[in-house]
């Protein structure tokens, strides 16, 4: 893999974030250099001809123009070929079937594959990483995650993220692949830590969105990031992450941005939810809330490995329907007090 910004990057996922994270790429840092080419892959041929035919990702990130070397494509051979670093930004989910399909177009090539999804595999309970490293043993894995909102990002706000892979030269240089004038990328050799808040703060900020749409005040709000926070840093303690990068950006300000922004997909969900919206009514309005998907088994996580995790265990509850809102806002305050800490 080269360190400088000529090589050729390949995105999988033609999604919002897939889409700002491929113009990112293309514009190879601070001094964009032409021959640096980046493969967007879409399933779907129609909209990968409406990308072509239009030089926009209507359908996912509206109004922002793809870069001239951004090529999408429908073809898995083309959208790996020569690719010396691989961007993973489909759902969670669909990661592992994503990585089975690409290991023929890959094989012989050590390509990192940067995860740029949030969430834990269902099933497995396995981090996201821990997936790339199970279907695809020679490519090692990185992680990018942080406080981002991909409008955000492709309009060339300042944002700052998290990327990480166990080797420091590795992160580094994916970080110099991927930084820009506007996008600020830290590196670190925590990739747990830094997938891991990624995952859960999706969770807790479903939480958020319910005391907003219940209109439960700020107050409220503001002790519902707190203590989310608390639950964070156990959940973090009992799975191997570093504390300074639960306090960094993809833990503390990943939640916070999502808990406290009407742009966040898994902070409306809550809103929807908190006003009597269903899930289905919300979800097919506001399209992937990773939290749906992850609650589950993050509970399930904590339950194992003994961590309290009230807010997490709330949501999972009502997204599963086993108690109404209105039971679990009751449950939380009669929880007996206890010494502030985590
Ligand atoms: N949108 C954002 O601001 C950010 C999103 N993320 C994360 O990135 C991931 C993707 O999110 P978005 O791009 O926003 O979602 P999105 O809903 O805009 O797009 C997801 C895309 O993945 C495609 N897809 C699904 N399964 C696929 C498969 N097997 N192969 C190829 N493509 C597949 C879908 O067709 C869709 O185009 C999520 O885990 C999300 O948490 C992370 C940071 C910021
Ligand atoms: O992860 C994100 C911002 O960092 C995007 O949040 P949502 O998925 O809730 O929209």
Same mark, same amino acid.
């Given at each position: 893999?080269?360190?400088? *910004?000529?090589?050729?990057?390949?995105?999988?996922?033609? @999604?919002?974030w897939?889409?700002?994270?491929?113009?990112?790429a293309?514009?190879g840092?601070?001094?964009?250099?032409?021959e640096?080419?980046v493969?967007?892959?879409?399933?779907?041929?129609d909209?990968?001809?409406?990308?072509?035919?239009?030089?926009?990702?209507?359908?996912?990130?509206?109004g922002?123009?793809?870069?001239?070397n951004v090529?999408?494509?429908?073809?898995?051979?083309?959208?790996?070929?020569?690719?010396?670093?691989?961007?993973a930004?489909?759902?969670?989910?669909?990661?592992?079937?994503?990585l089975?399909?690409?290991?023929?177009?890959?094989?012989?090539?050590?390509?990192?594959?940067?995860?740029c999804?949030?969430?834990?595999?269902?099933?497995?309970?396995h981090?996201?990483?821990?997936?790339?490293?199970?279907?695809?043993p020679?490519?090692?894995p990185?992680?990018?995650?942080g406080?981002?909102?991909?409008?955000d990002v492709?309009?060339?706000?300042p944002t700052?993220v998290?990327l990480?892979?166990a080797?420091?030269?590795?992160?580094?240089?994916l970080?110099?692949r991927?930084?820009?004038?506007?996008?600020?990328?830290?590196s670190?050799?925590?990739?747990?830590?830094v997938?891991?808040?990624?995952a859960a703060?999706?969770?807790?900020?479903?939480?958020?969105?319910?005391?907003? @749409?219940?209109?439960?005040?700020a107050?409220?709000?503001?002790?519902?990031?707190?203590?989310?926070?608390?639950?964070?840093?156990?959940? @973090? *303690?009992?799975?191997?992450?570093?504390?300074?990068?639960?306090?960094?950006?993809?833990?503390?300000?990943?939640?916070?941005?999502t808990?406290?922004?009407?742009?966040?997909r898994?902070?409306?969900?809550?809103?929807?939810?908190?006003? @009597?919206?269903t899930?289905?009514e919300?979800? /097919?309005r506001?399209?992937?809330?990773?939290?749906?998907?992850?609650c589950?088994?993050?509970?399930?996580?904590?339950?194992?490995?003994?961590?309290d995790?009230?807010?997490?265990?709330?949501v999972?509850?009502v997204?599963a329907?086993?108690?109404?809102?209105?039971?679990?806002? /009751?449950?939380?305050?009669?929880?007996?007090?206890?010494a502030?800490?985590?």
């Amino acid at each position: 893999m080269t360190n400088g *910004r000529s090589g050729r990057i390949a995105v999988f996922g033609a @999604g919002a974030w897939g889409t700002a994270l491929a113009n990112l790429a293309a514009r190879g840092g601070r001094e964009p250099r032409a021959e640096t080419v980046v493969t967007l892959f879409a399933r779907d041929c129609d909209h990968v001809a409406e990308m072509q035919a239009t030089g926009v990702n209507a359908r996912r990130l509206p109004g922002v123009p793809l870069l001239s070397n951004v090529r999408p494509t429908s073809d898995l051979a083309e959208a790996a070929a020569d690719a010396d670093v691989i961007l993973a930004v489909v759902p969670a989910q669909a990661l592992r079937g994503l990585l089975e399909s690409l290991e023929p177009f890959v094989a012989g090539s050590k390509a990192p594959i940067v995860v740029c999804a949030k969430g834990i595999e269902h099933g497995t309970g396995h981090f996201l990483s821990e997936v790339v490293s199970e279907v695809l043993p020679d490519h090692p894995p990185a992680v990018l995650s942080g406080p981002s909102f991909a409008q955000d990002v492709a309009r060339g706000l300042p944002t700052a993220v998290a990327l990480a892979a166990a080797d420091a030269e590795l992160a580094a240089i994916l970080a110099g692949r991927l930084a820009g004038p506007g996008f600020r990328v830290y590196s670190s050799t925590d990739m747990r830590g830094v997938e891991l808040g990624g995952a859960a703060k999706n969770v807790l900020a479903v939480a958020n969105g319910v005391a907003a @749409g219940r209109d439960l005040g700020a107050s409220a709000g503001a002790a519902l990031v707190a203590r989310g926070f608390a639950e964070l840093i156990r959940f @973090g *303690r009992a799975f191997g992450a570093e504390p300074a990068t639960l306090m960094g950006l993809s833990g503390l300000g990943d939640l916070v941005l999502t808990c406290t922004s009407a742009l966040s997909r898994n902070f409306s969900l809550g809103v929807a939810l908190g006003r @009597g919206q269903t899930i289905a009514e919300a979800s /097919a309005r506001i399209g992937l809330a990773e939290g749906l998907y992850t609650c589950g088994v993050l509970v399930d996580l904590a339950n194992a490995a003994g961590v309290d995790m009230p807010i997490a265990k709330a949501v999972d509850a009502v997204l599963a329907e086993r108690i109404t809102i209105d039971e679990a806002i /009751a449950e939380l305050l009669a929880r007996p007090s206890k010494a502030e800490g985590v």
